[in-house]
Structures are given as C-alpha cells and as structure tokens.
C-alpha cells in the first residue's frame, strides 16, 4: 500500500490529522523518519484501509508489538 503515490498521500492525511505527531510517543515525526503505519481497529476485526482508521507511527515505537 506504502509503495504506491495513492498510499503516499493517504499517509500523508494520517499524518496531517495527527499534526505530525507519532501516535504512540507524541514526538514529531518528520518526513526523514522512518515510520509504520498500523491500523486502529485490527484488519481482522473489521478495520478498512480507511485513512480514518490508520495511525503512524515511528518505526521503532510500536504500541502493541
Ligand atoms: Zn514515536
């Protein structure tokens, strides 16, 4: 999803509506950050693709390793 510009700009929405914020620490996250995205209600409980439902994050802060 990442490797597409449709995904690249849809990334770009969950990183705006978190003000450039990581989700799970509330650093920054600038755009030389490595970062994951995950998703807020799990794929394999009903969660979309939405942008609504993603959350970025930096690489090496996963919330629910
Ligand atoms: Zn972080």
Do not use: E, F, Y
């Amino acid at each position: 999803m990442l490797n597409s510009a449709r995904g690249r700009r849809k990334l770009h929405r969950v990183w705006l509506r978190q003000d450039g914020m990581c989700s799970n620490c509330q650093q920054p996250i600038t755009m030389d950050t490595r970062l994951d995205v995950t998703h807020i209600v799990k794929r394999t409980d009903g969660g979309t693709d939405a942008a609504s439902n993603l959350q970025v994050h930096h690489l090496s802060c996963r919330r629910n390793p």
